[in-house]
């Protein structure tokens, strides 16, 4: 998978680094190297399966749409 990142200097020095695709998905690093792999580490874990996403309640009903 191909995602876009913004990475931006921060005030404080660092690096801040987000995903607007994936919102929350936000890392940092002193340098933009460390930013970089911090940034592929968040979006790992941001798409990492979490048991309770699959837990459905007994009257829920799984549907797709079209856009």
């Known amino acids: 998978m191909r995602f876009k990142i913004v990475l931006e200097p ?3 020095g660092g690096f801040t680094v987000y995903v607007p695709s994936l919102p929350g998905c ?3 690093g ?3 190297e460390e ?3 911090n940034i592929q580490e968040a979006i790992e874990v941001y ?3 979490v048991e ?3 837990i459905l309640h007994e009257t829920a009903r ?3 749409i079209e856009l």
């Open 10 to 12: 921060s005030e404080e």
């Open 26 to 28: 936000i890392s940092e």
């Open 30 to 32: 002193d340098t933009e």
């Open 35 to 37: 930013a970089l792999v």
């Open 47 to 49: 798409l990492e399966p």
């Open 52 to 54: 309770d996403d699959w």
């Open 62 to 64: 799984v549907q797709e």
